[in-house]
């Protein structure tokens, strides 16, 4: 039968097994919205592009399905570009759909025409503008594969008008074969025996995870792994999650913010075992003085990330998963090992870095207000570590990684590679769509939550009763902590005491609102509004000038840590 | 160190940009960029001459291996390979320096493709060294045009 474009790109998303895409219409996709109504896809109307891209992005991170979304052209597609950017950075599965004025007019400048695909060349993983109606069913399969598979990345694809209102025959594709695209999956076994060999020999075995641990679904095996060979694991801020934060050989996260444990055990490694991590300058600081002592393993599906920031020792292309099962596979086969024996003088060091230096914070500060690290506790201890969290970004975000121990994968979102301000409460409602039952909690800045804040009409609209917990500093935190400890307190432009009443703001929405100054008042009214079926604010005044504490200083070694 | 890369890639609109822009957006540099159509319809060969330590031009090969709609991609600079380039000059040509310019064309085998009362228009081919080194001797002439077509390269058939 023929259908037009509209039909074969829901049929299309039907047969992907779509559920739910995030959009906002326009005169290039109403086409597509005139048709929606008839497909079992439900639609979310969101109030920013920028939003509708970030829930796709929240959606995916939480359950390893692409997020989608749909846009008209134009400012539509230009306002999705910092969403893009950002599970581009990650790495994370989203099919962005724009509209796009009829090809005839394409190049003339014609009402709301933009070249998107041109614009976001850079920061999607692949990119399309569909010519012809024939083209559109098999430019949505590999959209959905390229997106999907190897590195995961966002996929856009350009849909002009007429191509909407074209018809054909319609039939999906069941198979696809991209001759220029063959990720690899499966690593090389002598790369991997030569892992297994050179971890049998270490001393001070350490594992570096990232995020590619999460998607490729691998941290059941890493925990299994580190536990039955007694190798300590750090994480960066993409790979929290991926093993339990409980866990006695859990160092917490390395870097610019990372434990005193964790850079410490870097320092001392002499064999540091990265899996889909990528050396970033975050994680690193000073690339010369990183792990010195180290001889590097680092498996990674992208071979890009590999030998990009530093030399490696034993580089291992493959899906984190596959990798890790083969490594395992292998190190079984050394026998005669007793691994606990073996590493327990390294681990019974690095466990004692983790007991006299835990990240930690003074309970009480200059102004005597509630201490935001407090506020992380606590919604740990309330939540028992089974909420999805996610943030926005500066303070927030590194004090939501500090103090809140993630148990599984999938439960911690947060912008780690653009650091999007602004990322983490459409992306709490791409989470919420896709697990309702959950608890979603978005930590929030007072100055972040403010850049998407219109969302909160889609989070009401919807019944998504998504928590805001504003750790509300009034300033833009970060930078003022910059401020303060690298340009003589100058704090020019971070200042932001000219701010809404979130209470009565999350009310003209018709979402509750709550306002926290007492520390005793934290529990109570956490407790209250988690409990609540609505979407809530939970406005609580924390110490303004409150730092970040470890901090390596940009550039500097992560040795060379300021520490509480 | 100059490397000189074959690339083969799907002939899609986008293509070209593509590749400029991982060059342009990832600070790597372009010395020539060659384009042309392959005998197999809808693929392309670009071949680019480029120069990095080797750490770079490592991570060029990887960035452009990522690139979807690259095919393959060869560091002919690790392999013997036959290396051209094709290069248009015009130069001043006096009557007294004629003879001097033509003689200097045939030594490097140039082809003349265009005369006039008081210029010469030379074709002429080869490598880096060869083009660099006729380049040196026009020059006291007056170049008053120059366009080059980018290096071209091809592994030969014996790897010796
Ligand atoms: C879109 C965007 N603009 C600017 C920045 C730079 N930036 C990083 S953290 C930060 C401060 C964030 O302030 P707030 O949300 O109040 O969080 P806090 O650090 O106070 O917890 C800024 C401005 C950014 N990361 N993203
Ligand atoms: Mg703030």
């Known amino acids: 039968m023929e259908l037009t474009g509209a039909q074969i790109l829901l049929e299309s998303l039907k047969q992907e097994g779509v559920k739910h895409i995030f959009g906002f219409p326009g005169g290039a996709v109403i086409d597509i919205y005139d048709e929606l109504p008839r497909y079992p896809i439900e639609h979310f109307l969101v109030r920013h592009e920028q939003g509708a891209v970030h829930a796709a992005d929240g959606y995916a991170r939480s359950t390893g399905k692409v997020g989608v979304c749909l846009v008209t052209s134009g400012p539509g597609a230009t306002n999705t570009v910092t969403g893009i950017a950002t599970a581009y950075m990650d790495s994370i599965p989203v099919v962005i759909f724009t509209g796009q004025v009829p090809t005839a007019l394409i190049g003339n400048d014609a009402f709301q025409e933009v070249d998107i695909v041109g614009i976001t060349r850079p920061c999607t993983k692949h990119n399309y503008l569909v010519k012809d109606v024939k083209d559109l069913a098999r430019t949505i399969k590999q959209a959905f594969y390229i997106a999907s598979s190897g590195r995961p990345g966002p996929v856009l694809v350009d849909l002009p008008k007429d191509v909407m209102q074209a018809r054909t025959e319609f039939e999906y594709p069941k198979t696809i074969s991209l001759r220029s695209y063959n990720p690899n999956y499966t690593p090389n076994r002598k790369q991997v025996k030569n892992a297994a060999r050179l971890i049998s020999k270490a001393e001070r075995p350490l594992i570096y995870s990232g995020g590619g641990v999460i998607s490729s679904h691998a941290g059941e095996v890493l925990t299994r792994l580190a536990r039955r060979f007694s190798l300590p694991v750090t994480s960066t801020l993409m790979g929290l999650g991926a093993f339990p934060g409980n866990d006695p050989l859990w160092l917490g996260m390395l870097g610019m913010h990372g434990t005193y444990a964790a850079n410490m055990a870097v320092n001392n490694s002499d064999v540091l075992i990265s899996i889909g991590a990528r050396f970033d300058d975050r994680v690193t600081g000073k690339v010369s003085t990183f ?70 914070y003074e309970p009480v500060g200059k102004t005597g207000r509630i201490k935001p690290q407090y506020v992380m506790e606590r919604i740990y201890e309330l939540t028992k570590g089974e909420a999805i969290i996610a943030t926005e970004v500066g303070q927030n975000q590194m004090w939501a990684a500090q103090f809140y121990k993630y148990h599984h994968p999938r439960t911690w979102l947060s912008s780690g590679g653009l650091g999007t301000m602004g990322y983490g409460f459409p992306a709490a409602i791409g989470a919420q769509v896709a697990n309702p039952g959950k608890l979603v909690i978005d930590i929030a800045g007072d100055g972040s939550i403010q850049m998407n804040i219109q969302e909160m009409a889609t989070a009401v609209c919807y019944n998504l009763p998504v928590k805001i917990v504003i750790l509300n500093n009034s300033y833009l935190g970060m930078v003022r902590q910059w401020q303060e400890l690298f340009y003589n307190k100058n704090y020019c432009a971070t200042c932001l005491d000219t701010a809404p009443d979130f209470v009565k703001l999350a009310e003209a929405y018709g979402a509750e609102g709550y306002l926290v100054e007492k520390t005793e008042d934290v529990v109570p009214v956490l407790t209250r509004a988690f409990a609540s079926p609505k979407t809530c604010i939970v406005d609580i005044r924390v110490e303004p000038e409150e730092n970040v504490y470890p901090m390596v200083p940009a550039g500097a070694s992560l040795t060379e840590m300021l520490l509480v | 160190m100059r490397h000189v890369l074959s690339v083969l890639v799907e002939n899609e609109p986008g293509v070209l940009s593509r590749v400029a822009g991982l060059f342009s957006g990832r600070g790597f540099n372009i010395d020539t960029l060659n384009v042309g159509p392959t005998l197999e319809k809808g693929v392309s060969l670009m071949t680019i001459s480029t120069h990095g330590e080797e750490q770079i031009i490592e991570q060029i090969i990887k960035q452009l291996r990522k690139v979807i709609t690259v095919i393959k991609v060869v560091d002919l600079s690790n392999a013997r390979a036959v290396e051209r380039e094709m290069v248009l000059l015009k130069v001043n040509a006096a009557d007294h320096n004629r003879a001097e310019i033509l003689r200097i064309a045939d030594i490097f085998r140039c082809k003349v493709v265009d005369v006039s009362v008081d210029e010469l228009t030379l074709e002429v081919t080869g490598d880096q060294g060869k083009i660099k080194a006729i380049v040196n001797l026009l020059q006291r002439f007056g170049i008053k045009e120059f366009a080059r077509t980018g290096t071209v390269a091809m592994r030969r058939s014996m790897q010796l």
């Open chain 1, 291 to 360: 792990a010195p002592r180290a001889k590097i393993i680092h498996i990674d599906i992208a071979p890009t990330s590999i030998r990009k920031n530093v030399n490696v020792h034993i580089p291992i292309v493959s899906d984190c998963l596959n990798a890790l099962k083969a490594l395992e596979e292998d190190l079984d086969e050394l026998s005669g090992i007793d691994w606990e024996e073996k590493h327990s003088a390294w681990v019974k060091t690095v466990t004692g870095w983790c007991r006299e230096h835990p990240v930690k």
